[in-house]
């Protein structure tokens, strides 16, 4: 059983910083790519970023240069500092197992995620 936690959300202006973190449980997450997902409203979910099971990065082109994914597999935890945002990146985000960039994630193992609005 995995349960993921996601927090660190907020309303930020256009150009500031976010930092999110994911708390997960179950032995699978030092093991596997995990990443990190968002959905906005009237799109499909999409995985903009992923770190391998021993922290190698990958980032969508919309979001590379601004975004930086890593993780502690000691404590569990998943993080993305999000810098110089952008409205497009209001969504709300969720961590999970990481397929392929772009991708939806699997169906099952979503918590409730973290919604960032970017004003204007």
């Known amino acids: 059983q995995v349960q993921l936690v996601e927090s660190g959300g907020g309303l930020v202006q256009a150009g500031g910083s976010l930092r999110l973190s994911c708390a997960a449980s179950g032995s699978v997450f030092s093991v596997s790519a995990m990443g990190w997902y968002r959905q906005a409203p009237g799109k499909q979910r999409e995985l903009v970023a992923r770190?391998?099971?021993?922290?190698?990065?990958a980032y969508v082109a919309s979001v590379k240069g601004r975004f930086i994914i890593s993780r502690d597999n000691a404590k569990n935890t998943l993080t993305l500092q999000m810098n110089s945002l952008k409205p497009e990146d209001t969504a709300v985000y969720y961590c999970?197992?990481?397929?392929?960039?772009?991708?939806?994630?699997?169906?099952?193992?979503w918590g409730q995620g973290t919604q960032v609005t970017v004003r204007s």
């Open positions: 770190s391998s099971s021993t922290g190698n990065p």
């Open positions: 999970n197992l990481a397929g392929t960039l772009g991708g939806t994630g699997p169906p099952d193992y």
